[in-house]
C-alpha cells in the first residue's frame, strides 16, 4: 500500500523558511516521481514543484528561485526546501507521486496522496 506522510509545516514570519518532508512507503521509491501540490482557501490544488524517476525537476514560477525539491532514495524521502517564504505561500501543502515520469506537474498526473501539511506565512 502507497502511503505519503507530510512534515515540517508550521508558522513563520514573511522572509522565513521551512523545510517540508514526505516520507514514502509502500513502492519502489526510485521508480516513482513525487509531487509536492498546495492548496490555499477557496483556491484549486496546484503543482508546487516535482521531482521525476529520472531526477528532472520542475518548479512553478512562483516558487522558482526560492524553493528546492530533493530526494534522498536511502531515506525514501523528498524535501522541498523553501525560502523566502511570503503570505502567498500559505496552504496545506500535499505530496504525491506516480510512477514513472508523469506527463506534467499537474495534479491530473499523479495518484496516491498524502494528508497534507499546513504552511502558514505571517506578513
Known amino acids: 500500500e502507497v502511503q505519503l506522510v507530510e512534515s515540517g509545516g508550521g508558522l513563520v514570519q514573511a522572509g522565513g523558511s521551512l523545510r517540508l518532508s514526505c516520507a514514502a512507503s509502500?513502492?519502489?521509491?526510485?521508480?516513482?516521481?513525487i509531487g509536492w501540490f498546495r492548496q490555499a482557501p477557496g483556491k484549486e490544488r496546484e503543482g508546487v514543484s516535482c521531482i521525476n524517476s529520472d531526477g528532472s525537476t520542475y518548479y512553478a514560477d512562483s516558487v522558482k528561485g526560492r524553493f528546492t525539491i530533493s530526494s534522498d532514495n536511502a531515506k525514501n524521502t523528498v524535501y522541498l526546501q523553501m525560502n523566502s517564504l511570503k503570505p502567498e505561500d500559505t496552504a496545506v501543502y500535499y505530496c504525491?507521486?506516480?510512477?514513472?515520469?508523469?506527463?506534467?506537474?499537474?495534479?491530473?498526473?499523479?495518484?496516491?496522496w498524502g494528508q497534507g501539511t499546513q504552511v502558514t506565512v505571517s506578513s
Open positions: 509502500g513502492f519502489t521509491f526510485e521508480d516513482y516521481a
Open positions: 504525491t507521486t506516480v510512477e514513472g515520469v508523469p506527463v506534467a506537474c499537474t495534479a491530473v498526473d499523479f495518484g496516491s
